[in-house]
Structures are given as structure tokens and as C-alpha cells.
């Protein structure tokens, strides 16, 4: 049905890092070629039948003929008998009559022999009738495989497999369905703090960046890949020319966002120059602790970065404390475009975005989960029930990697990183 899709469900939870697909097909999409399927396992069945039914038929038959011709010289002597009896009825006196009558007496096992020889016969006319349909129904369906040889059976199978891998670079986006439990990277640092890796530059590039502390904090770690950060050896140090506010950071394409402390203000800070490169005011965006996350920590200015680009998430007094979703132009920082999802920013534990999505945890101490979410492309939302480990109780940053497909966790002083299953339906209409 063009109604129908694939349902694809992707995360990145293999041992060695992969990421692993499960695809579910539509059951209104299945194969035209199942009821060609089912025939074939309907004729190898008559085939496995006749083949039972002709070797027990066969053994019958040699038992029998072997019986027949054991009886052959008696039915020839018994004829001459009866004839002779037939024309000298004065010859068959009470000895000969007794001698006939045992002769016939050794030949009356022959008559079931030959009553089977009946239901054989009625066997073999029902196996020819088989055997004409079976004949029938294989060249019904050679006539339609047929219609493939091995070259063209070979191209639809390549393209097919370029459908497939085009396809497959189509399942960046897709609904979070499920967290892993929390897999711990380090332990360090105070009770809050942020650390992330570059959500847009290639997989090469894994260095790791680390700020510990949640206000007026200015020195930020560059660790070269994320041993070095776990072992806490090959870094180097950038000191912000402007406090930070909160644990809402990111770095994006080698430049960290984050809110300047006791202010409205968006940062962007370029590593490589060591420098500013510009900042700008969000409009009417509470600051200083007026609407942060349930935890507090001047988290009221909440930078991320998805599929879809770069947001921040906030709220103002206009908004009655609601949480605001913002898209941000990565280069100036204006805002493109605003949405109120009605959900109180005080009652969040920790928010973070997929695929334009934002979902919200209903705290950030033990027993949280992924509560609600709102979709920036329908404008809509829907409270959400996906299991969530707080393993240390008191989570003060979160954040997605659409890169690593991974949710960074500042968790009490643990660094944890957590998977995600996304959820995907590929329509079946058109091209893929």
C-alpha cells in the first residue's frame, strides 16, 4: 500500500560502535511474488506425496508380480485339469475332485492380491491426474519467472542495492523510541559541568571539550581524542574572554555557543582563532536564574545543535515561562524562527533536540524520564513515556550529538554518554 512504509529502527549500540538497523516491513507491502511462493511450497508437497505414493506403489507391484509368478505353473496346471474335467466328466471321480479342489483352494490368497491390483490402478489414474496439474502449475511458473533471465535478475538485484544505500542515507532523522542504560566515560570534576565533542566535523576529528562548573567559569579543556580526555593527558587550555552561564554549551563546526554570564547574550567562540567571533542579545530571554531547569544553575539559556542545525531553548516573561524553541543562524546568531511548545521550563529536569525535536525530561534526579516532546515541523506535541537511567542522580547537562547519535550527560560529577534508538518509516511510494 503507498500508504504503508518501511519501519526503520536505528542506534548506535554495537560493540564496536556501528550502527545497527532493524527494518520492519508493512504487511500491506509484502513481495508480489508470495502467492508464487506459496504455490511452489504447495507443489513441492504434491511432489514429496507422488514420490511417497509411487515407491510404496512400486514395492507393492514387485511383491505382487513376484507372488503372481510364483502361482503362474499352478493356474496352468489347474486349467489343464478343469479341462480335462470339462470334457470326461466320468474322469472326476472323488479323488480328483478333492486334488481340484485344494489346487483351487492354494490359489484364493491370489484374489486380494488382485483386488489391490484394483485400488492400485485406481492410485496410478489419480497420480497421472497429479502429475498433469503439477506439470501445469510449473509451467505457469516458468512461464513467469521466465521472464527473468540471470543477467536482468542481476541488475534489478544491484539496483535494488543502490535504492537500498540510497535509502539508507535518508535515515539521518527519526522519532526517539529508546535511551540505553548510561555508559560511564569518567568520573571528575565538581557536582556540575558540561563536556561535549564537535557535533558537525568529520569522525576524524575527536577531540573532547570540558567545563567544569555551571557559573562565571572562563577555562575550557581541549582533550585530542576521548582516551586522552578519559586519562586526563593531551590537552590544551582556552580561557574565554567572557564567563560563561549554565551547563548549556555546544560546540558546533569548531566553534563553542554559550551564554555570557548575567545576560541574555549568545557567544560564539572560534577554538582555532582563540577569539570571539560574534555575540548577540536573544530577545527577552530570561537570564541569571529567572527560568532555569528544575536544577537551577543559571541554566536558563540552553544552546543545542541536531540534524537540522543550531537552536537555543529559553523562555521569557511574554511566554509565561514556557519553554521557547528557537533556530539560530550559526554565523550571526539571529533567530530564524520561534516556537512556544506551552511546557514550563521550571518543571524540566534537562531538554535536548533530535531531528527538530525537542524532548523534555520530567527531572533531573532519580526516576526521570523522557516525558514530553514537541515538533518544530507540525507545531505540535505529545507527553512521551521512554524510560530514562539516572544512574547518579542528579543530571546538570544533556545534550544530543546528531554526529555520534549519543546523549552527553553531566551526571554528578560523571561523564556519561547514553545511545539512542531512532524510529524511521520509509514510504513505499515513488522512489526511495
Not at 224 to 234: A, C, E, L, S, Y
Not at 316 to 333: E, H, K, M
Amino acid at each position: 500500500s503507498p500508504d504503508e512504509g518501511w519501519q526503520v529502527y536505528t542506534s548506535a549500540q554495537a560493540p564496536d560502535g556501528k550502527c545497527l538497523c532493524t527494518a520492519v516491513i508493512p504487511v500491506q507491502g509484502t513481495c508480489s511474488r508470495d502467492l508464487r511462493s506459496h504455490q511452489l511450497r504447495q507443489l513441492m508437497e504434491k511432489v514429496q506425496n507422488i514420490s511417497q505414493s509411487m515407491e510404496v506403489l512400486d514395492l507393492r507391484t514387485y511383491r505382487d508380480l513376484q507372488y503372481v509368478r510364483n502361482t503362474e505353473t499352478l493356474m496352468k496346471g489347474l486349467d489343464s485339469r478343469l479341462k480335462v474335467a470339462a470334457e470326461s466328466q466320468k474322469s472326476l471321480n472323488a479323488k480328483s475332485f478333492q486334488e481340484l479342489k485344494d489346487k483351487m483352494t492354494e490359489l484364493l490368497p491370489l484374489l486380494p492380491v488382485l483386488d489391490q491390483y484394483k485400488s492400485d490402478t485406481r492410485l496410478i489414474v489419480h497420480l497421472k491426474e497429479e502429475v498433469r496439474n503439477l506439470s501445469g502449475n510449473l509451467l505457469a511458473i516458468q512461464e513467469e519467472m521466465g521472464a527473468y533471465d540471470y543477467e536482468e535478475l542481476q541488475q534489478r538485484v544491484l539496483m535494488l542495492e543502490a535504492r537500498l544505500h540510497a535509502c539508507m542515507q535518508k535515515l539521518g532523522c527519526g522519532k526517539l523510541t529508546g535511551v540505553s542504560n548510561p555508559i560511564t566515560i569518567r568520573a571528575s570534576g565538581s557536582r556540575f559541568g558540561s563536556w561535549m565533542t564537535d557535533t558537525m566535523t568529520p569522525s576524524a576529528d575527536s577531540r573532547v571539550w570540558y567545563m567544569d562548573g555551571y557559573y562565571k567559569g572562563r577555562r575550557v579543556l581541549e582533550f585530542r581524542t576521548m582516551n586522552d580526555f578519559v586519562t586526563g593527558q593531551n590537552f590544551v587550555q582556552h580561557l574565554l574572554p567572557h564567563p560563561w552561564a549554565g551547563t548549556g554549551h555546544v560546540v558546533f563546526n569548531g566553534s563553542l555557543y554559550y551564554n555570557k554570564y548575567q545576560s541574555n547574550i549568545a557567544v560564539k567562540y572560534h577554538f582555532r582563532s582563540r577569539s570571539v567571533l560574534v555575540q548577540r542579545s536573544l530577545a527577552g530571554a530570561g537570564y541569571n536564574n529567572t527560568f532555569p531547569y528544575s536544577w537551577g544553575g543559571f541554566s536558563d539559556i540552553d544552546f543545542m545543535v541536531d540534524e537540522n542545525g543550531l537552536w537555543a531553548v529559553y523562555t521569557t516573561n511574554q511566554n509565561a515561562g514556557n519553554i521557547v524553541v528557537s533556530r539560530l543562524d550559526p554565523q550571526t546568531l539571529e533567530v530564524l524562527r520561534s516556537w512556544d511548545t506551552g511546557y514550563p521550563k521550571r518543571s524540566a529536569g534537562e531538554s535536548f533536540m533530535i531531528c527538530g525535536t525537542l524532548y523534555v525530561t520530567n527531572s533531573h534526579l532519580a526516576g526521570a524520564k523522557i516525558y514530553f516532546a514537541y515538533y518544530t515541523n507540525t507545531s505540535s506535541y505529545e507527553y512521551t513515556d521512554i524510560p530514562f537511567h539516572n544512574q547518579y542522580s542528579h543530571i546538570s547537562m544533556l545534550d544530543y550529538n546528531p554526529r555520534e547519535r549519543v546523549l552527553y550527560t553531566w551526571n554528578n560529577g560523571h561523564q556519561v554518554i547514553y545511545n539512542v534508538t531512532l524510529f524511521h518509516v520509509i514510504k513505499t511510494s515513488g522512489e526511495l
